[in-house]
């Protein structure tokens, strides 16, 4: 196999009990975990109007800060 990636939709729902904090948490915590484990690409989905990360870029930033060798980047942007 060439290359693996995986896409993350980041979510957060109003009411739970996840908060943006934690989801920002979560997906640095799973990139590196894949990045360990030899997976190639994290892709994070962005999508405007939805109650999530409203810009990948700090997190992809710390992603690529904290893991060595994986691809990080955006696997949709939804402009509706």
Known sequence: MKSFGFLSFGHY???SDLDAKQMLT???D???GADDF???GAYFRVHHFAP??????PLLATIAAKT????VGTGV????
């Not at 060595?68 to 691809?71: A, D, G, M, S, V």
């Not at 942007?77 to 509706?80: K, T, V, Y």
């Open 38 to 40: 030899g997976v190639n």
């Open 30 to 32: 799973i990139a590196q």
């Open 13 to 15: 729902a109003p009411g």
């Open 26 to 28: 979560d997906a640095v």
């Open 52 to 57: 999530q990360s409203g810009s990948p870029m």
């Open 77 to 80: 942007i939804d402009l509706r």
């Open 68 to 71: 060595r060798k994986i691809e």
